[in-house]
């Protein structure tokens, strides 16, 4: 089989180049791709839950903990007990946090229309309909293991 066959290859080398021109946009904020995207996420519904939050980013709670860590440790977000339940914990902006998460979502909006701008109108919508569809559509074998 041939690379240009093989559309997990193809995938694969456009997740790479997609992530390497979005890590070089918001490189300037001192932001990683996925903190960029966390933050923008926390400016659109701030003061959410750390679980409602790893849904939205479909992170692990290991690696989600670890981003948010480091966002703490920034002075961008703090994480208060939830006063409804004690076992959870909601994400604040900071202050610095919201003006860097605007910045952040500027970032990515202009990464998105650069990254894109060799497709037409058209072929973006395309592209995001294959995505989602491929993204949503059920696996009868999910990493080589077959579900129970």
């Not at 041939?2 to 997740?15: G, H, R, S, Y």
């Not at 070089?24 to 409602?52: H, M, R």
């Not at 860097?100 to 037409?120: D, H, K, M, P, Y």
Request: hydrophobic fraction near 35%; glycine fraction near 6%.
């Amino acid at each position: 089989m041939q690379e240009t066959d093989c559309i997990f290859f193809q995938l694969a080398k456009a997740n790479q180049l997609a992530s390497r021109f979005l890590s070089q946009k918001v490189s300037e904020l001192n932001l990683t791709p996925v903190q960029a995207l966390v933050l923008g996420f926390l400016n659109q519904e701030d003061q959410i839950t750390s679980a409602e939050l790893g849904k939205k980013t479909e992170l692990d709670s290991a690696t989600l903990t670890g981003i948010l860590d480091r966002l703490e440790t920034a002075g961008l977000i703090e994480r208060k007990s939830n006063p409804d339940d004690r076992r959870s914990i909601h994400i604040y902006l900071t202050p610095k946090g919201n003006e860097l998460s605007r910045e952040a979502i500027g970032a990515i909006v202009t990464a998105n229309v650069e990254f894109l701008q060799v497709l037409t109108k058209e072929q973006k919508r395309q592209l995001f309909e294959i995505i989602k569809k491929l993204r949503l559509t059920p696996r009868a074998d999910k990493g080589g293991r077959k579900e129970e």
